[in-house]
């Protein structure tokens, strides 16, 4: 068993969003089966929607446990970016992973990366003019269209 | 996501102000030269390629006749580079009961360097040999002995077209390149010109807040140590001046572009055609009715091809951009001119424009879909004046996503201009700028 807590700089807890260049404090505590086991720790975004999943680890780290119990911290720097971001068709998420790969044993815990606390939402997409056009025509509900930007 | 702002001021006396080089002189030489070039390539191409190539096809339908060599003798020409060789033959040949004399020993009518290479090529012709010619049914005076395909276009065509194609591309390029040239020095005078922006923008009430790009200069270094991705895009270690911005696809790069997709669509169809309509007993309806929809396709290519070529000529934006790093929220100065025939523009509308694209696998192809997620028409413009030139103050959305560009997932940020020209295709060209991730954290912000 492994858990991940994450918390701010100044103790903060039970805040899960982080802005970047913030200082990230990562306590892993783990409970394997077994003595000398290799841990691993990311931190990681990944993709998610329509398109092809894609992920890139911010920062990693690797260490080796003794004993099968114990517990670790570590502080990290957010990075700049991709923000979390919750699009029509694609979505960034965070995640810190901590995993041992010998024995399959794997916990993750979702963060934000964000200025606001929330991940920045997108509108629907905007449609041509022409096409709400040719919407309306036919009494279907039109999104916004390119000549009303989004609000 | 909040509507960005825009505020519209024109700027054609500062423009008008900056200097300009005699543009004349500096185009003249490009264009002399670069023709000279392409008529040199187009004489080879039509006959040395074309010509050569369009006989020997037409020779093909051509009927054997019975035929005896009255002489066969290798021609020497010299001048100041040396020798060169060419066959020369004479020879008899009979056509309906008649009698007639030829002197064309085949399509390939160069002169070669090496004569062992054309005494070899003869040498199944010596004197009084008895052997076929090949003549025109149509006119029989017309007669080749040698109906091989002329190798030499295969060399000569594709050299001639370098020819035209750099020759053209001088003539037509260079004077443009001149020309754009000078407009972005004008440009960036005109973007460096900071002071004199401020002052038409505080003339007219729309002075921005102190909020500015020395703000950004001084936050970069704080970056050190905090990881970026390479999916996004980041400050470097340049200031934070004007930018003149390239076009996200040049014309010239849509044409070949799509030339090429019309030339490969086109060639495979053809070949279907051409083996369909060369059937004796005609062309079979069944496969007429299965080709008409590629013909068409192909059609609708090629005038897609003619409309990007005649977008070639449509009048070009020069764009320069105030601020070399932008984020969500930040203002800034987005300045144009363009060059070319503007008064045939009867309307211009500038979009700030983002979209989503994500790439997928479906089956066995690959798909990338877009979708715009917000437009913002930064300007509407009808008078020519403001057309040539502008400058507008654009606000990016407080909660605007940066820029990411991963590999299969991407946001992207365009500046779009729309341009409506009556009877010609439209100014449609894109600008792409990249919007930055939120300034890293201050503890003591």
């Known amino acids: ?151 | 996501m909040e509507t960005g702002s825009t505020t519209t001021v024109t700027t054609s006396t500062q423009i008008e102000n900056v200097r300009r080089p005699n543009r004349w002189l500096l185009g003249c030489f490009p264009i002399a030269f670069g023709s000279i070039f392409t008529l040199a390539g187009l004489g080879v191409l039509i006959f040395a390629g074309l010509w050569p190539l369009s006989l020997w096809f037409q020779s093909l339908s051509w009927v054997e006749a019975p035929c005896k060599i009255d002489s066969a003798s290798i021609e020497t020409h010299s001048d100041s580079d040396g020798d060169t060789y060419s066959p020369k033959v004479t020879y008899t040949y009979v056509w309906k009961g008649d009698n007639y004399q030829g002197t064309r020993f085949a399509w390939d009518q160069t002169s070669y360097g090496s004569r062992s290479s054309i005494e070899k090529w003869m040498e199944p012709f010596p004197v009084g040999a008895k052997t076929v010619c090949y003549v025109n049914p149509k006119d029989p005076k017309d007669a080749v002995l040698l109906r091989s395909f002329p190798k030499i276009v295969l060399f000569v065509i594709p050299f001639s077209l370098i020819f035209v194609a750099v020759g053209g591309g001088v003539a037509w390029g260079v004077p443009r390149l001149i020309r754009n040239q000078q407009a972005r020095m004008q440009m960036v005078a005109l973007g460096q010109d900071r002071a004199a922006m401020r002052t038409m923008a505080a003339v007219s009430g729309t002075e921005r807040s102190p909020r500015e790009s020395a703000t950004i200069v001084s936050r970069a270094p704080e970056q050190e140590g905090i990881p970026v991705s390479a999916s996004v895009p980041h400050e470097t270690g340049e200031s934070n001046e004007p930018l003149i911005i390239e076009p996200k696809m040049g014309r010239w790069m849509n044409l070949v572009g799509i030339l090429l997709i019309c030339c490969f669509w086109n060639g495979i169809v053809s070949v279907f055609l051409f083996s369909m309509f060369g059937d004796k007993n005609g062309p079979p309806i069944f496969m007429m009715l299965f080709l008409t929809p590629f013909v068409l396709v192909g059609l609708g290519l090629m005038a897609a091809v003619g409309y990007t070529f005649l977008g070639l000529f449509n009048p070009k934006p020069v764009l320069v951009c105030s601020d070399r790093w932008l984020y969500a929220g930040s203002e800034f100065e987005l300045s144009w001119m363009m060059k070319g025939n503007i008064s045939r523009i009867r309307k211009l509308t500038v979009y700030l424009e983002g979209t989503e694209s994500v790439t997928y696998r479906q089956g066995t192809s690959t798909r990338t879909e877009n979708k715009l997620f917000y437009s913002l028409p930064v300007a509407e413009l009808t008078d020519s004046e403001s057309i040539a030139q502008s400058y507008h103050i654009v606000k990016i959305p407080d909660d605007a996503m940066h820029t990411f560009n991963a590999t299969s997932n991407k946001i992207y940020w365009q500046v779009r201009f729309a341009g409506e020209i009556p009877w010609w295709p439209d100014v449609a060209d894109t600008f792409e700028i990249n919007i930055l991730p939120p300034l890293p954290y201050r503890k003591d912000a």
């Open chain 1, 1 to 151: 068993m492994i858990q991940i807590e994450l918390s701010h700089e100044d103790g903060r807890e039970g805040e899960d969003w982080f802005c970047p260049g913030e200082l990230l404090v990562v306590k892993v505590r783990w409970q394997l089966p077994k003595d000398n086991c290799e841990l691993s720790l990311q931190v990681l975004w990944e993709t998610e929607g329509k398109g092809t999943d894609e992920s890139e680890a911010a920062h990693e780290m690797e260490w080796e446990s003794e004993k099968s119990s114990g517990e670790q911290t570590f502080e990290v720097l957010m990075p700049r970016g991709p923000v979390s971001f919750d699009g029509n068709m694609l979505k960034i998420r965070w995640y810190v992973d901590c995993y041992v790969e010998a024995l399959g044993i794997k916990a993750r815990k979702p963060l934000m990366l964000s200025t606001t606390g929330a991940p920045i939402r997108l509108p629907e997409p905007v449609i041509p003019a022409g096409m709400a056009k040719v919407m309306k025509l036919f009494g279907m509900k039109t999104p916004p269209t390119e000549s009303t930007p989004t609000t």
